[in-house]
């Protein structure tokens, strides 16, 4: 009698190869090419639903201007891409139009896709082809121009984008610069092309758009705070080595930080996913980013510090340890901490609020969580405890208010109760 | 004290209970299935739901008025501090005695009742809210019937103390309850309404803790593990936090 | 009516250490494996986090982690000849339920158990002749040096703090010099001590001892085991044993396991299903699955290729009672094996009053404490004492939490004024000295099904049926004489030595360390198990925990589970799963 079944690993690789979308002529080495920038975009982040078909679309992903849900971009004729010629994959990836020249909404980031050469995009394309085709509802077809959107006037017609694309948008492939490294070059076309990091580490205008003066200084996406990730030492990673960059994206945390909020997906689902050489290219690339210094501030009064302090340390240095030391590697140091230092203090806050998990990983499998204390402080005392972290042990950044932990309090709760 | 209000993700998240009160017990919720990673959510906490102070919800005035004395002598108030009545302990026992506690929802209450040896522990078919309101008539009436007419209340603290002895020995009998039971029963309860967190209603000002030197709800002693033999003089703090929380104070 | 689900190659019933051990194991080995939990999930941030996790009043008085009677509890008696009459409140010992179950709130106190322990029998009838009547002490099948390496492996995966006493026989200077030889030391150092348990050391090395510190599961350092996951260092919080430990610095299945297995794609856990029996085909002498209950009430029958049991000691010889599987004991006859020898522990302690000497006792970890082990198992010679076995010695500071902790002196009233300023006189002025000793199994001290009572399902309850004999009182007496000696060279004001008397009490909290049931041995007429903790009537079915142990030692029981496990994990991987069939001939 067969005694031992194995519930099999999910060999979708193997499977999908046979799948009838598959061209007899495309090598392994070009589906290897476009399975790793589909990685490095995170496609299977934004077109997956929690609990749903990896890129079968369907999840609500929130913008300043409403709600957009994500297309199926798996091989399905009907409901996804499997009819779209290259041609109109290209021109989507590159332009943001779709086949019936509609155009797309930069929640999906075109600006960026833009970058990625026409060839890249083909090998990203035969990719997707692989994957098992899956049928959706018309609600988020792909193929479908009025699927589901929740978007304020006047942006839920989408001829409005024609004005947007022509003030932020700059189609384009990128551009090699010959005067730096190759590395420094894959690094670039990594960052500002697929992996697209920017779109939530570069602060944006009223209208959604890039900031192009302060690329990856720091920008606010859905109540988090996405820190600076150039080279200010304070507010940025200045005082990380490449190494360090690479083992934050390949394991979720280094010495001076681990990966949690929405930037934990991006670990699981994209950044782990490439190789060292890859990681390496990108961290040759950030660490020539110029940064900027975070702006001074208020600075706090000293009986909000006092009782910060005393919060502090009953509260908080079971982890992160009465000197802001933490552990390395398990509780975030909180000293020289580019979050806490940050003058937008949306992640801070929240964190403090709702708690949070650092990635686990297979290289660093320990989900070490912080409790959330959203109970246990009022909104004063999360600001005098925020301000404690914010400026002790030769931190200094902005003072925080009752108020804005008010405001982010009634944001949490607002998304809890979608 | 801030308390976020229970919301309905937190209510559906992974069998978690939101701002649950004392003796939450493991309430069977749903059964669900695991694989392929640790179940987090943001802005969980089976965190405990402090007492609202206000008037007593559970025990009549007669209960109260025999309580606070009873308590009075149990831990008076002396030269060291406040006792069990300034502390809030009467306080604390009505919540306890109107909750889950009160209820004895975690026990063994099937029968048959049998009275069972000491070493077999508690076989009174009574929970403990019933114990309590039991008890406290018959000592009332007790007292009434030895004191002529008076209730424990009413009676000199010599008096009290002979009637609590009494009740701890077993020499005095009550009708329709056990005494003994009841005694260590409340005693048990009275020593956890002086020592117990603030927020459960007992402990004010934390005066249970001032008493002794101990510091309350922290969890890094790291600093003080080599201070061989030294006082540490670190004000108490709850789980609600201490006065030095706040920069008003 | 159950409905049938489809098979996996394992069922572990109940996911505390025991199943998370195998868990990890077996999924290593390719198989597929189904954990099912009464409880419900539970994780530190969540459920004993920093910010509520120091609750006495909670978690201590109203046992908040713990199993609850109302739904599962047993009945007790001290003899045969008594009626037993149901546990109601929970008291002498805390088992828990849900994800982690007991790893959750140990101390985190863990030992090997000595050479001798394993031969008990043997050893003890040679050296000193006939055992006492109705003691039914028996070798276990395993001996020390087999389990040495799986000690090791325990002990690695759990990061624990120590200093080893003997490496591969020489012994090392302020380690235990008593214990079996180990090939390497601790994965981490002793933590570092607070002030009584160093006041023990002097005293108890003036008296002619060699004292060292007790081996913790409570990290010393940060520490990330073999498996890859990171444990934080312990803070000293005080509020450890009975409770969860909110920064990751205590080992449990969360802090060393979970991580890795639950990222699995070939393990699942259901939680919220209670394993109802098992179910076996006698003919082929296998278990076929299990029959469990969800929430709401539904039963399910869950075949399956291995059944392993893995809930709390003495739920598990309960279960192969409600399943029919095995010679259930007869006290009357004595014949029968499932439910006999069943053990505990006998503790007892010496309170020392000092006037001027501050311990700050709120600052403790579980196992944060200073040992000696001159009296435990054979290391002295029983000639004339009456009894066998012993227990070690220790002053250990776990906590300082009020409601249970504040020692007065001999004499002093229960309450009123006296009792407050003794209490306040005394709080952070004093220590304690413990004694742990082992307990002998006896003819009348075992488990089978109560004719009454009856649990939220309809199942009879487990009867308990235990009391310590004159062995135990005599030994816990020497104990604790030794005790009061080295308390008398610390120059203290006041000693107050309370020895264990009378019968075995239900009420007062001692240990959580239940034994025997399903005990392990050579003879399937004399034992459940064989010495791979593979079921002598169902060749699939294997069962974990300290239930198997034919006696208890002088030491808690926790080392010892976790090195079966990893031995039976190794018997099951490297034996089973080639040839399915039994071990060992019988």
């Not at chain 1, 075109?110 to 018309?138: G, H």
């Not at chain 1, 022509?166 to 590395?183: D, R, T, V, Y």
């Not at chain 3, 006041?494 to 264990?500: C, G, L, N, Q, S």
């Amino acid at each position: 009698m067969k005694i031992f079944r194995y519930a099999a690993l999910a060999a979708t690789a193997l499977t999908a190869l046979t799948s009838a979308a598959y061209a007899a002529d495309t090598s392994f080495h070009e589906l290897e090419r476009g399975k790793m920038l589909v990685n490095a975009g995170d496609c299977v982040s934004c077109h997956t639903v929690k609990g749903g078909t990896p890129f079968a679309g369907g999840r609500p992903i929130e913008t300043p201007f409403g709600i957009i849900y994500s297309p199926n971009i798996t091989p399905d004729p009907e409901t996804g891409i499997g009819a779209w010629s290259d041609d109109a994959f290209y021109n989507a990836m590159h332009s943001g139009v779709d086949p019936k020249g509609e155009r797309l909404y930069p929640a999906f980031p075109y600006p960026y896709f833009t970058k990625i050469t026409r060839q890249d995009v083909k090998f990203m394309r035969e990719y997707l082809n692989t994957l098992p085709p899956a049928k959706s509802s018309q609600a988020v077809s792909a193929n479908n121009p009025n699927r589901m959107n929740d978007l304020t006037w006047p942006l839920n017609h989408r001829i409005f984008m024609r004005g947007w694309n022509m003030a932020f948008f700059e189609p384009g492939e990128f551009h090699p610069n010959k005067q730096k490294s190759g590395e420094w070059n894959r690094g670039a076309y990594l960052v500002e092309g697929a992996a697209h990091c920017g779109a939530c580490h570069t602060p944006k205008n009223k209208l959604g758009g890039d900031e192009t003066s302060h690329v990856l200084q720091g920008g606010n996406i859905q109540n988090w705070f996405a820190p600076q990730i150039a080279g200010d030492m304070r507010a940025g990673i200045g005082s990380w080595s490449a190494n360090d960059i690479v083992e934050y994206l390949k394991t979720g945390r280094n010495k001076h930080s681990g990966a949690t909020g929405m930037m934990a997906e991006v670990v699981t689902n994209s950044t782990s996913k490439l190789s060292d050489n890859d990681l390496h290219d990108i961290a040759t690339y950030l660490k020539d980013v110029p940064g900027a210094a975070a702006d001074a501030g208020s600075k706090p009064d000293q009986k909000v510090m006092a009782a910060g302090k005393a919060i502090f340390d009953d509260s908080c240095s079971a982890c992160h340890q009465t000197d802001g030391q933490g552990v390395p590697h398990m509780f975030p140091p909180l000293v020289h901490n580019a979050n806490v230092q940050s003058s937008d203090p949306s992640s801070v806050i929240r964190v403090i609020l709702d708690g949070a998990q650092t990635v686990p990983t297979d290289a660093r499998p320990t989900p070490s969580s912080m409790p959330a204390f959203n109970w246990k402080l009022s909104d004063d005392q999360t600001a005098a405890v925020a301000n404690y972290v914010r400026n002790s042990w030769g931190n200094s950044a902005p003072a925080v208010s009752a108020s804005q932990v008010a405001d982010m309090r009634k944001q949490l709760q607002a998304n809890i109760a979608q | 004290m801030a308390g976020s209000p229970v919301s309905r993700r937190d209510l559906l998240s992974a069998g978690v209970v939101i701002g649950s009160t004392v003796a939450l017990g493991n309430q069977p919720a749903e059964a669900r299935s695991y694989s392929g990673e640790i179940p987090w959510t943001p802005g969980e906490a089976n965190a405990p739901t402090p007492i609202k102070p206000g008037p007593f919800q559970y025990l009549t005035q007669d209960e109260v008025a025999f309580l606070d004395a009873a308590v009075s002598r149990l831990i008076p108030a002396d030269d060291l501090g406040p006792g069990a009545k300034e502390a809030g302990v009467t306080t604390f026992l009505d919540r306890q005695l109107g909750g889950a506690f009160g209820k004895g929802s975690s026990w063994y209450m099937q029968g048959p009742w049998k009275k069972g040896e000491v070493t077999q522990g508690y076989q009174s078919r009574m929970s403990p809210a019933e114990l309590y309101r039991a008890s406290i008539k018959a000592v009332d009436a007790y007292c009434g019937g030895k004191f002529g007419g008076k209730k424990f209340s009413q009676l000199s603290a010599d008096q009290q103390d002979e009637i609590l002895s009494g009740l701890e020995k077993g020499d005095v009998k009550l009708e329709g309850a056990d005494a003994e039971s009841f005694f260590t029963m409340f005693l048990q309860n009275t020593v956890e309404g002086f020592f117990s967190d603030p927020l459960y209603g007992g402990n004010r000002d934390m005066a249970g803790w001032k008493l002794i030197g101990f510091p309350g709800a922290r969890y890094d002693y790291r600093p003080y593990v080599k201070k061989h033999g030294e006082k540490l003089n670190l004000p108490p703090v709850g789980i609600t936090g201490r006065p030095g929380w706040n920069s008003n104070t | 009516m159950e409905r049938k689900l489809p098979p996996v190659d394992v069922i572990l019933v109940g996911f505390g250490w025991t199943a998370a051990i195998l868990g990890q194991e077996l999924t290593d080995a390719g198989l597929n494996v189904l954990a099912l939990e009464r409880g419900g999930w539970r994780d530190t941030s969540t459920d004993f986090a920093v910010t509520f996790a120091q609750d006495e009043l909670r978690y201590m008085e109203r046992k908040a982690l713990f199993q609850e009677p109302a739904r599962d509890t047993l009945t007790f008696r001290n003899s045969p000849s008594e009626s037993a009459l149901p546990m109601r409140h929970l008291g002498s010992f805390l088992p828990a339920t849900g994800v982690g179950g007991a790893g959750i709130h140990w101390n985190g106190q863990t030992w090997r158990f000595l050479p001798s322990d394993f031969v008990a029998k043997s050893h003890n009838t040679q050296r000193y002749g006939a055992l006492a009547d109705g003691m039914t002490i028996q070798d276990w099948g395993v001996t020390y040096d087999e389990l040495e390496p799986y000690y090791d492996k325990f002990e690695y995966l759990c990061g624990i703090s120590g200093k080893a006493g003997n490496l591969n026989g020489k012994i090392q200077d302020g380690g235990n010099p008593f214990e079996g030889a180990r090939k390497r030391d601790y994965p981490n150092p002793p933590l570092d001590m607070v002030y009584a348990p160093t006041l023990f050391e002097k005293a108890a090395a003036e008296t002619g001892h060699k004292p060292f510190p007790c081996p913790a599961a409570n990290m010393s350092r940060p520490y990330t085991n073999p498996l890859g996951v990171t444990l934080g260092p312990c803070t000293y919080c005080g509020f450890c044993e009975k409770f969860g430990c909110g920064n990751y610095s205590k080992s449990s299945p969360q802090t060393t396991i979970l991580p890795v297995l639950m990222r699995k794609k070939n393990f699942e856990l259901r939680t919220q299903c209670e394993v109802l029996r098992v179910n076996h085909d006698d003919v082929a002498k296998r278990a076929t699955g299990v029959v469990y209950v969800d929430a709401q009430g539904e039963e399910w029958e869950q075949p399956a290729e291995i059944v392993v049991l893995c809930a709390f000691a003495q739920h598990n010889p309960w279960l192969m009672m409600l399943s029919d599987i095995g010679k259930r004991y007869d006290v009357q006859s004595g014949e029968g094996v499932v439910g006999k020898n069943y053990a505990y522990q006998i503790v007892s302690g010496v309170d020392v009053f000092f006037d001027d000497k501050i311990m700050n006792p709120f600052v403790g970890a579980g196992a944060l404490g200073i040992g000696i082990d001159e009296y435990n198992g054979d290391n002295f010679d029983h000639g004339g004492l009456g009894f066998i076995g012993g227990g070690y010695l220790a002053c250990w500071q776990t906590n300082g939490r009020p409601i249970e902790y504040h020692p007065t002196p001999k004499g002093t009233p229960k309450w009123g004024t006296k009792w407050k300023k003794a209490v306040a006189k005394n709080y952070l002025t004093s220590l304690s000295i413990s004694t742990h000793g082992a307990v002998m199994s006896h003819r009348n001290n075992y488990l089978d099904l109560d004719p009454t009572y009856h649990d939220t399902h309809g199942r009879p309850l487990l009867r308990l049926t235990f009391d310590y004999t004159d062995n135990e009182h005599k030994m816990s007496d020497y104990l604790t004489d030794r005790a009061e000696e080295i308390a008398k060279a610390m120059n203290a004001r006041d000693i107050y030595a309370k020895k264990r008397t009378g019968h075995y009490s239900i009420v007062p909290y001692q240990t959580t360390h239940n034994t025997g049931g399903a005990i392990m041995g050579t003879d399937p007429k004399s034992s459940v198990v064989n010495r791979y903790l593979q079921s002598w009537d169902l060749h699939n079915l294997f069962v974990m925990g300290a239930c198997v142990f034919p006696q208890n030692p002088g030491y808690n029981p926790t080392g010892t589970v976790g090195a079966l496990t990893y031995w039976a994990a190794d018997a099951i991987k490297n034996q089973y799963l080639k040839k399915q069939g039994p071990l060992v001939q019988a």
